[in-house]
């Protein structure tokens, strides 16, 4: 009986270990472990059990995706805080605490104009179009430093969020 590479653990006639997932190599003879025919398909990333990849690292994202994912709403900035992976990088949680910063001062600059508009009349209403411009490049810009995976800091924002780290 073959004995898996990785563990060590008996392999079986499968043609991945049945205990670690790792792809059993050919034997000896020129047989492969999963039988005597001579030939076995290639192992497709999905047939090792639990959709494990050889590829990816233990969450799956590496850290400027999910640095760049933390920005997209605020949902993925909470998860990527709370969920294991995750909460124990520096780069992800300094892009998470800076979304939920942004978002927070976002709305609150809305928010007030939208309030001040109400009272005055139509003075803030060629603001919005502008602010939301402005807010959407800012968010785009930092969207980008992310996943090129630099650890862009926004003025007041930036340094709020390097202290939660």
């Given at each position: 009986?073959?004995?898996?590479?990785?563990?060590?653990?008996?392999?079986?006639?499968?043609?991945?270990c049945p205990?670690?997932?790792?792809?059993?190599?050919?034997?000896?003879?020129?047989?492969?472990?999963?039988?005597?025919?001579g030939y076995?398909?290639?192992?497709?990333?999905?047939?090792?059990?639990?959709?494990?990849?050889?590829?990816?690292?233990?969450?799956?994202?590496?850290?400027?995706?999910?640095?760049?994912?933390?920005?997209?709403?605020?949902?993925?900035?909470?998860?990527?805080?709370?969920?294991?992976?995750?909460?124990?990088?520096?780069?992800?949680?300094?892009?998470?605490?800076?979304?939920?910063?942004?978002?927070?001062?976002?709305?609150?600059?809305?928010?007030?104009?939208?309030?001040?508009?109400?009272?005055?009349?139509?003075?803030?209403?060629?603001?919005?179009?502008?602010?939301?411009?402005?807010?959407?490049?800012?968010?785009?810009?930092?969207?980008?430093?992310?996943?090129?995976?630099?650890?862009?800091?926004?003025?007041?924002?930036?340094?709020?969020?390097?202290?939660?780290?």
């Amino acid at each position: 009986m073959p004995f898996c590479s990785k563990c060590g653990s008996e392999a079986g006639a499968g043609r991945f270990c049945p205990k670690c997932g790792a792809p059993m190599e050919a034997a000896p003879g020129g047989e492969s472990a999963a039988g005597a025919g001579g030939y076995s398909a290639p192992a497709s990333p999905g047939d090792a059990p639990g959709g494990s990849h050889a590829a990816q690292n233990d969450a799956g994202l590496s850290d400027n995706v999910a640095g760049a994912l933390a920005y997209v709403t605020f949902i993925p900035a909470i998860i990527f805080l709370v969920i294991d992976p995750f909460k124990n990088r520096r780069f992800v949680r300094f892009h998470s605490f800076q979304c939920l910063f942004f978002n927070a001062f976002a709305f609150v600059v809305m928010f007030a104009l939208g309030t001040l508009t109400s009272i005055i009349g139509l003075f803030g209403f060629g603001l919005f179009p502008l602010l939301q411009l402005a807010f959407f490049v800012v968010w785009l810009l930092v969207v980008i430093k992310a996943y090129q995976g630099q650890e862009f800091r926004l003025p007041i924002i930036g340094d709020l969020a390097a202290k939660q780290v």
